[in-house]
DNA sequence: CTGAAAGCGCTAACAG
DNA sequence: CTGTTAGCGCTTTCAG
């Protein structure tokens, strides 16, 4: 717990300037080698770090590109996280994760960090904007979103995006039950006021029944509570209890498949066996699922490929291209043991 | 995608001297209500953000203490991250959760981070690390480790730490198969060259079992695959099902819940049902362990106390208190449905 | 109550 | 090759 070290501090000790002693940390070709040498050593020697507000502030610019998430429970964006720090390196770029707090604006977040950091690019993943490029006017560097959300009626943004159609894909999901005969679908949706994916989702489901000529049943509809976090096992454990008590169905689409699990667990508890009893169809795709028992039948968001041209559109921006583009990626429907 | 605003243009703008403006964006007292609600005004237009790196650089201290956690991917760690946050607030704390990638050097990071930031403390979460004291040393800032593993042989750092021990609670879990019966005990355990955490454990196990008067076989040690991410469902899989074409057994012991789950899928395609054919026992008490089919027994580590004696080692570090403390606590056996 | 000016620690001209 | 110095954007004395 010694004194803050500065670069003065090294040079004073080395005997020479400080821009030498600058020079020989960030490998400056202008240096001879004996110098370097003897100046990394006694930095070595101090255990010496530069300070980084110092450096941030005087630097131009950084090769840093930021990925900025909301909350850290989501287990598909987690999944994602390697990718891009992967695909960023890839393209000669720092890496910066940067978790924001549920309370937190996310806008906000980014154009400090942005400054802060001198950022080249911000990725942002996931969570709800409901209008990007007034949010975001103030972000002076390109952004790309993946997978957020806006609401159900919102024109497309004129901003770089990236997603899957989520009411689509859960019409596919229920079409699917359907085209297996199932009549009687419930759903765990989400939050009953989300208008994001939750909405979107179930906005899916509907459409998938009344296209099927099968009246929508109110008691079917099962929303996440909000005592308890959204998107988690527990929640899909709580709501399969309570649709299972309230009414009968053969089949249960959960939107994601973290719920889907919890909805494992409820329905074994109520003594039913999937998917002879009861098929369940998921949403997401996350590993988790093919260890499930039995292995989760559910709508695969194609995350690599997501993070892929996340990270190809913002090195786009980055180069110059400034036409927004929205790239909306099909999901898959990946067939394993839960539907019968 | 505006230029970069800075406090001189709002001051310029306003007609007033940057240090208005500072006072105004600060509540700083001494400042006029109509020039801060001017000023604030067009801060607000304009929507000015102050750059952090100035305002670290020049700030002598911050009221911030850091979480620094490396490697996103363990979702126990996870568990115990808002918890973090809660307390940290709750003593009037601001909150930094620092990710650090795999490849970097935790110790540097804090170090770095501490500089950047004018932090007043800051936490290790999980990790190992073989010199905390003295690859700390430059950490100027007071901080504890929390779950931080050292190696086996290594006294107890002079640092705060909070922990449980390992090799204690491993034998907990053993002892309590060998006290229901069983002989043929396998173990899922860590890396095969993990002297930390995965060590730790596997020495707890085979405590127990020489203190029972079973023969260590190693034909029943299962060490986690190098080739999958560590502590993963799918890395328990994968060794549950080598384990048992390998060989016999009536239970196993795996070092974390998440490989648990994964070894419940292997065990399930070996046609083989738990807990009747086989029991099975976990390590953390995340969850999701309340989900699985059975319901995982599991020994459960005291988080919320540990989060909590955590951050109160770190008030009191702050607050002057330089007598180092290692705290271990005791984790408890969560007797649910996996064993017989 | 307000503005001018110093300086946080660093990098990057620039001059030697 | 090396040292001196300006200045990144901000907060904070210190005078007014």
């Known amino acids: 717990m010694s004194d803050q070290l500065t670069i003065k501090d090294i040079a004073k000790y080395c005997g020479v300037g400080v821009s030498t002693v600058s020079r020989a940390i960030n490998d400056d070709p202008g ?3 004996k110098t370097k040498e003897r100046v990394l050593k006694v930095v070595k020697k101090f255990h010496y770090v530069p300070n980084n507000s ?3 502030l005087k630097m131009q610019e950084s090769n840093t590109v930021a990925l900025i998430v909301r909350g850290i429970d989501n287990i598909f964006f987690q999944s994602m996280l390697d990718g891009f720090q992967n695909e960023l ?3 000669g770029y720092d890496f910066l994760f940067h978790l924001v707090d549920e309370k937190s ?3 906000i977040s980014a154009i400090e960090l942005a400054k802060e950091k001198r950022l080249k690019g911000v990725i942002i993943l996931g969570g709800m904007m409901e209008n990007p490029s007034e949010d975001l ?3 002076a560097v390109p952004y790309v ?5 806006h609401s159900m009626y919102t024109p497309t943004p004129n901003v770089n995006l990236v997603a899957i159609d989520d009411a689509m894909e859960s019409f596919k999901a229920v079409k699917y039950l359907i085209d297996k005969g199932h009549k009687r679908i419930a759903i765990i949706s989400g939050r009953e006021k989300d208008y994001a994916v939750g909405g979107q989702r179930l906005r899916g489901y509907k459409k998938a029944l009344e296209g099927a000529g099968i009246p929508i049943d109110d008691d079917l509809i099962g929303y996440m509570r909000e005592d308890i976090p959204e998107f988690t096992t527990e929640n899909g454990y709580a709501v399969a209890k309570e649709l299972l008590q309230r009414t009968d169905f053969t089949a249960l689409y959960c939107i994601s498949d973290m719920t889907a699990i919890g909805a494992y667990k409820a329905i074994s508890e109520a003594g039913l066996s999937i998917p002879d009893d009861l098929s369940v169809i998921g949403f997401d795709g996350i590993d988790l699922g093919r260890f499930t028992i039995p292995a989760l039948t ?3 968001q194609p995350k690599d490929e997501m993070v892929k041209s996340s990270v190809d559109l913002l090195m786009k921006a ?3 291209d400034d036409t927004p583009r929205q790239l909306f990626y099909p999901a898959s429907l990946l067939e394993r043991e839960s539907v019968r």
């Open 137 to 139: 006017e103030q972000l």
């Open 318 to 320: 980055i180069n110059g």
């Open 54 to 56: 110092a450096r941030n």
């Open 89 to 91: 390196y890839r393209n």
């Open 145 to 149: 979103l993946c997978t957020v959300a």
């Open 298 to 300: 559910t709508i695969k």
């Open 31 to 33: 240096i001879s080698p």
């Open 105 to 107: 604006n996310v806008a």
